[in-house]
């Protein structure tokens, strides 16, 4: 128990202690102080002297330019704004990065039903942690919230996070699919996405209902001339084929003038496509043949290792991600992509459980369980028709 007095007498002895370090203090800044003024009066000696060429010490100075603005190689490395800096502490040595777009939507639980307490973003992230070689990827991942809500989350979980805002609009409340403010949304990403080439990083874009359970990028070319590539729907078993139904909900673009013009191009087509999503802007793109007449090269990935609802894999041992396309309602997506993590830990636990060998024959008839939730989501629905994506 403290008693008043002994309050005040701590205050007191607070009081002069404050007051002596205050006198350190002041004693120890003046010498700083003192030590500073001589060092500015060398730097400005040498600044001044380094114009006599004899100065010994004149390539030192030209190379740290004191007396000069600083050279523009490092204007350019020092972060000059918050994405630049996001981006910085989120890349790979070879500036890449791991991007998904997150909406309040997707970080909360939906409506009342208590039986579901988990989230789009909790489902992802546990995909890097139930995945193989993907929980290292968790530090290249930068999230981009577009509402407050969003932005609170993703900096409670302690991830890379960036806020993005588009002409002020909050995109936190649920958005209905092909509405206006939908639609504004997507290209907002799309914008955003340009930017990110424009700095010179090269990104996976991923949707937050992809889960991760491997590390993609063994089964990405690494080669570079590779500009794109990108998942696919349905895969018709030709790499190079432009009648591959694309997928923007996954895809690996390097950044470079071809797919910044492509962006750009895309982008701009925002005004011309009135009601029509991104995705089918892309899609249209390609079907005129710009792709061709930019020159980009373009890769279509097999649903074996891209895998989706629209066209599942069988092939347990090579999946890399799985996406919940084909599918209308969020709470459905969450319902079917907690079944697929399912599915895989009981995979995971017969491959460490048994050696390889029987493993595989164990593993030989697994099919992911049905997608249900996602194939009723097409009928009539008693709730809404937002599909809140980002
Ligand atoms: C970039 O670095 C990562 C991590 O080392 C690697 O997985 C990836 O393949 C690299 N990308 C390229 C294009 O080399
Ligand atoms: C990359 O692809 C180009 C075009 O197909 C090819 O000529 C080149 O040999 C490839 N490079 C590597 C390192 O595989
Ligand atoms: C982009 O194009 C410009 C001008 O054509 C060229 O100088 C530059 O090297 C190109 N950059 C890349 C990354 O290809
Ligand atoms: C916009 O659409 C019109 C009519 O289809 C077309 O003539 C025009 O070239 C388009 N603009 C762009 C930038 O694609
Ligand atoms: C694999 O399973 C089949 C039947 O399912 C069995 O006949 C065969 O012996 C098994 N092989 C191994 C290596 O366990
Ligand atoms: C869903 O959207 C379609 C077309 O926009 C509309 O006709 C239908 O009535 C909507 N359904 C519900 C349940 O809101």
């Known amino acids: 128990m403290i008693k008043p007095d002994s309050n005040i007498d701590n205050n007191i002895s607070q009081k002069t202690s404050s007051h002596s370090i205050m006198n350190y203090y002041s004693r120890k800044s003046f010498a700083n ?5 001589l060092l500015f009066s060398a730097v400005l000696y040498f600044c001044i002297s380094s114009t006599s060429t004899s100065n010994p010490l004149l390539p030192f100075l030209r190379n740290h ?8 190689s490092m204007i350019k490395s020092f972060p000059v704004d918050e994405l630049e800096a996001a981006l910085e502490k989120a890349s790979m040595p070879n500036k890449t990065v791991i991007i998904a777009v997150v909406n309040r939507a997707y970080v909360e639980q939906q409506g ?3 039986s579901s307490t988990t989230t789009m973003l909790d489902l992802f992230l546990d995909s890097f942690w139930l995945g193989e070689e993907t929980r290292p990827l968790l530090d290249h991942l930068l999230l981009v919230a577009v509402d407050q809500t969003a932005y609170d989350r993703c900096m409670f979980k302690r991830l890379h996070c960036y806020r993005l805002v588009t002409d002020g609009v909050d995109f936190g409340s649920e958005k209905v699919y092909m509405s206006s403010e939908f639609i504004k949304m997507m290209w907002g990403r799309t914008q955003f996405l340009l930017d990110v080439l424009n700095r010179g990083y090269s ?3 991923t949707d937050t209902d992809v889960m991760w359970l491997r590390n993609p990028f063994t089964k990405l070319s690494k080669n570079e001339t590779e500009d794109l590539q990108i998942s696919t729907d ?5 790499p190079r084929s432009e009648d ?3 997928n923007t909900g996954f895809y690996y673009i390097r950044s470079n003038n071809k797919t910044i013009s492509l962006f750009n191009t895309w982008y701009n087509m925002k005004d011309n496509s009135t009601g029509m999503k991104e995705q089918d802007v892309l899609c249209d793109l390609m079907k005129q043949g710009f792709f061709r007449q930019l020159g980009l090269r373009v890769t279509f990935l097999p649903t074996d290792h891209f895998s989706g609802f629209c066209h599942d894999t069988t092939d347990y041992w090579s999946v890399c991600t799985v996406h919940s396309n084909c599918c209308r309602h969020i709470t459905a997506k969450i319902f079917d992509l907690s079944n697929i993590l399912r599915d895989w830990r009981r995979f995971k636990g017969i491959v460490t459980q048994f050696p390889i060998d029987i493993a595989r024959n164990k593993t030989m008839d697994f099919r992911w369980s049905p997608h249900t939730g996602c194939l009723n989501s097409w009928g009539p629905s008693k709730t809404s028709n937002a599909t809140n994506k980002p």
Request: glycine content about 4%; aromatic content about 18%.
């Open 112 to 114: 009342d039903d208590t």
């Open 203 to 205: 990104f996976i874009f």
């Open 234 to 238: 349905v895969f018709n078993g030709k």
């Open 65 to 72: 330019n004191f007396c000069s603005t600083p050279p523009n």
């Open 33 to 37: 102080f003192a030590l500073l003024s």
């Open 244 to 246: 591959n139904m694309l």
